[in-house]
């Protein structure tokens, strides 16, 4: 399966038990306001990429074996996760928006009436807890699953790093500019172990796959990852508002520091420095666009990102050749390249 299969068989299953624990939360509220924006939660997890879950599928695909409903169950488990992680990153990021759908803290926000308090607070408050009840839904369905130890605590490590990747992250966004080491290793928790390589490595134990093949998809998955981040950064700088279909800039408004930004600052003059912290981490209008990304360009950062992600790209197809993987797992691996190659 591709991709897109993939996704069409997982929702399905995704969605038979979401809908059960969403319901059995309303009941255990019993109220119409708690209830709404439970409700809401269904809405917001439609449209998601599926690239955690289809890179566990991945890793079970190498061991030759049949789908079973333990696995599609961790799968859930994981995606589930993913859905928590990003209600808490749109509290971090006062964020009243997710692929075009409020977020659930917007929802809140928007739809909901208290008559004392801080309503932000309120809202963010009860979106931090609707990520806490998937949370306890995720491990209903690893704890359904019958998951083996190693499994579980694959997991957990995903969770510690992702975690500590987010810290690094909101520290980044409201410190001095940092070491490029640190930026990397935000990028490699946040992204590249969290999206790919771990879920490899749940894959691959649940499919019981070799160590050495193991420790090939884990490398790759880092790689890809890396890549796929870069990528982002690369495409909020530079990339069509109507293909991305979202505003672009938005790292610069947040404050956010990312490789490229880390490039510019290292070698622009002192006057371009200047022009660029006018706009970091403000909240200026789209007209003010060309003349970062002009910044960008005669530093040179925007022709060295791109020339290092042809770069990545190339290197990546060529461990995916060598890695003697099976036919079915070097395809899906690609569907996964070229969907990124695609973006650009």
Not at 6 to 15: A, I, L, T, V, Y
Not at 68 to 74: A, F, P, R, T, Y
Not at 195 to 223: A, H, N, W
Not at 300 to 306: S, V, W
Request: with cysteine; proline share 1%; net charge positive.
């Amino acid at each position: 399966m591709n991709l897109q299969q993939f996704s069409q068989e997982f929702d399905k299953r995704f969605f038979v038990f979401t809908h059960k624990k969403i319901k059995s939360y309303k009941m255990l509220a019993k109220d119409k306001d708690i209830e709404a924006f439970i409700e809401h939660v269904d809405l917001y997890l439609q449209g998601g990429k599926r690239l955690r879950p289809y890179s566990i599928y991945i890793g079970i695909l190498e061991s030759g074996k049949k789908l079973q409903d333990s696995h599609w169950l961790v799968m859930i488990a994981v995606e589930l996760i993913h859905a928590l992680a990003l209600i808490h990153d749109d509290v971090i990021d006062k964020a009243l928006t997710r692929r075009d759908v409020p977020s659930i803290n917007g929802f809140i926000e928007k739809n909901q009436k208290i008559v004392r308090g801080d309503k932000t607070h309120y809202s963010n408050s009860q979106a931090i807890l609707v990520g806490d009840l998937l949370y306890a839904a995720a491990f209903q369905a690893l704890s359904e699953s019958k998951a083996s130890q190693d499994v579980f605590s694959e997991i957990i490590q995903l969770l510690d790093e992702v975690i500590v990747g987010q810290m690094i992250d909101v520290k980044l966004a409201s410190y001095p500019q940092a070491d490029t080491k640190l930026i990397t290793r935000k990028t490699k928790y946040k992204t590249a172990l969290y999206t790919f390589s771990r879920p490899f490595q749940i894959g691959c134990l649940l499919g019981k796959v070799s160590e050495d093949t193991q420790k090939k998809m884990f490398s790759i998955g880092e790689q890809i990852g890396i890549l796929f981040q870069v990528q982002d950064d690369y495409l909020d700088m530079f990339g069509s508002e109507q293909i991305l279909k979202k505003e672009i800039m938005n790292d610069i408004r947040e404050g956010q520091q990312t490789l490229l930004t880390d490039h510019f600052l290292k070698h622009a003059t002192e006057d371009q420095k200047n022009i660029f912290m006018k706009f970091y981490g403000t909240s200026f209008s789209s007209k003010h666009n060309k003349v970062l990304q002009a910044l960008f360009e005669e530093t040179g950062t925007k022709m060295f990102t791109y020339k290092e992600m042809e770069k990545s790209f190339k290197k990546i197809r060529k461990s995916i050749e060598i890695g003697n993987f099976s036919k079915k797992t070097t395809e899906a691996f690609l569907d996964v390249l070229n969907r990124l190659e695609a973006r650009m």
